[in-house]
């Protein structure tokens, strides 16, 4: 359960106000907590600063609205929502600013191997074998260890109990995915030329 970090001297309610400056200060308040925050910020969370009851829903779609023709949009992404800028901004942001350690630098086959942990999920370095038909090196996985893009899953019931990789919360940040439910299906992949046969996903 997630700890109660409300401002008792925070009026959330705004009585006072009448309602359209009332509804303007809400969307201001999720605006403000939203560019504060480096991670997707949940719903519960921005619903801390708003009066009880009212629609976060609604406060964000105005809110998106508001940033229309601006250089950066709310996207929900990993069960919350987060500022990003706008794919279309990427070239001016690598040429202006120093970005070079918040770039996922990896190699076409690392996506890969990531896309089968994606897919496969709780997966051991044995099971990514059977799938590319070799070893997968200690490094590759390390890297997007570093990243933060993979995480340690169950031990596997085999022999030995080997570990087992997951994706993290991070993972979906990084591909702007609110869930692994938005993956691309099988015939994505496939007319997009990712794979010959994309890997049936069960998701439980």
């Given amino acids: 359960m997630a700890k109660d970090r409300s401002d008792p001297e925070l009026d959330r309610e705004l009585a006072d106000l009448p309602p359209e400056l009332r509804w303007r200060e809400w969307m201001r308040r999720i605006e403000a907590v939203l560019f504060a925050s480096a991670a997707p910020v949940p719903r519960d969370d921005l619903a801390r600063v708003v009066g009880q009851g009212v629609s976060i829903d609604l406060l964000v779609e105005d809110l998106s609205a508001d940033l229309e023709r601006r250089a950066f949009e709310i996207a929900q992404v990993a069960g919350g929502w987060i500022f990003r800028?706008?794919?279309?901004?990427?070239?001016?942001?690598?040429?202006?600013?120093?970005?070079?350690?918040?770039?996922?630098?990896?190699?076409?086959?690392?996506?890969?191997?990531?896309?089968?942990?994606?897919?496969h999920q709780p997966i051991t370095r044995d099971g990514l074998k059977?799938?590319?038909?070799?070893?997968?090196?200690?490094?590759?996985?390390?890297?997007?260890?570093?990243?933060d893009l993979i995480g340690t899953g169950p031990r596997?019931?085999?022999?030995?109990?080997?570990?087992?990789?997951?994706?993290?919360?991070?993972?979906?940040?990084?591909?702007?995915?609110?869930?692994?439910?938005?993956?691309?299906?099988?015939?994505?992949?496939?007319?997009?030329?990712?794979?010959?046969?994309?890997?049936?996903?069960?998701?439980?």
């Fill in 85 to 119: 800028t706008l794919p279309a901004y990427a070239p001016a942001i690598r040429a202006a600013a120093d970005v070079g350690n918040q770039l996922l630098d990896l190699s076409e086959f690392d996506v890969a191997v990531l896309a089968a942990i994606a897919y």
């Fill in 130 to 147: 059977d799938i590319f038909g070799k070893e997968i090196s200690r490094d590759l996985i390390g890297r997007l260890h570093a990243r």
């Fill in 156 to 204: 596997s019931p085999r022999r030995g109990a080997p570990y087992t990789f997951v994706t993290t919360e991070q993972f979906l940040v990084a591909f702007g995915l609110e869930s692994l439910r938005d993956l691309p299906d099988r015939e994505q992949l496939a007319d997009a030329g990712v794979v010959d046969e994309a890997p049936q996903v069960d998701f439980g």
